[in-house]
């Protein structure tokens, strides 16, 4: 390794030193913020699961809990700054145009990440719960430690949220000209495959119904990616045309 490659080397260790320092202030800052708020936070993730009675049976499970929520949440709120310091650090190996496509594309992250979020809160998390709680329920009374419940909750939610990131994705790459519709058309039944299965890791359940909540929006999202690649394949063929148009012009100029 050359001099000038160590330097190089050294200084983006640096930087990143430097960037970990700040998001993990801002994580901290966050997380405390929402310490004040945990009663809230805590109803609001209850609230899907219906009346459900939970129980904590470990001394420190309750504190753990919340400590737990608390992180959760701090992460969420200081997510727009986590992404800012992970672009700020990437953004430099990108070109000037590849630079502009990721900034068009934060908005769309945030969105279909809080799209997935309310999936999940709304529409799968109740029957997902209710099938769990209700199957065993003639043999047993349900006592449900809390901090399985809110594990459970965060993981699901998490989940689903960076799964509705699919179409964001495939068109940022599509747009960067690493694959294309074609491709991901060929690729439809691993895809299908992929969905069924992610969607047993998914939900915790063996009930096909919630397992189906989760797949059929999964395969919805890839077939989005498909049309939107494609799309992006012509704008991106059109604008070549144009360019060449204004060489072939400027040539002749």
């Known amino acids: 390794m050359s001099q000038d490659e160590k330097i ?23 997380t405390s913020i929402s310490f004040f708020f945990y009663d809230w ?30 992180l959760v949440s701090g992460l969420i709120i200081a997510m727009p700054y986590l992404i800012y310091h992970l672009l700020m ?32 809160y709304y529409i799968l998390i109740p029957p997902a719960t209710t099938f769990l709680l209700d199957f065993s329920g003639d043999i047993a009374e349900p006592q449900i430690r809390v901090g399985n419940y809110i594990g459970f909750v965060t993981r ?20 960067l000209g690493i694959i294309d519709s074609k491709w991901l058309a060929k690729k439809r039944r691993m895809a299908i495959i992929f969905a069924f299965v992610l969607a047993a890791v998914i939900t915790p359940t ?30 991106k063929t059109a604008s070549a045309a144009v360019s060449d148009e204004t060489d072939i012009e400027a040539g002749e100029g």
Not at 41 to 70: S, Y
Not at 157 to 168: A, K
């Open 89 to 120: 650090f990437i953004l430099p190996a990108l070109t000037s145009r590849e630079k502009k496509m990721v900034f068009m594309v934060m908005p769309w992250i945030t969105l279909m990440f809080a799209g997935g979020v309310a999936f999940g």
């Open 41 to 70: 936070i805590f109803e609001l993730l209850k609230k899907p699961a219906g009346d459900i009675n939970l129980i904590f049976i470990d001394m420190t499970e309750g504190l753990a809990t919340v400590m737990k929520v608390c």
């Open 8 to 30: 190089t080397l050294l200084g983006h260790l640096k930087e990143l030193r430097q960037r970990l320092i700040k998001v993990s202030i801002a994580v901290v800052i966050t």
């Open 156 to 175: 699901l939610l998490l989940s689903i949220g960076l799964v509705f990131e699919t179409p964001v994705v495939t068109t940022f790459l599509a747009r």
């Open 206 to 235: 063996f009930d096909p119904i919630n397992q189906c909540l989760v797949a059929v929006p999964l395969i919805i999202l890839y077939e989005m990616g498909v049309w939107l690649a494609k799309l992006v394949g012509k704008k």
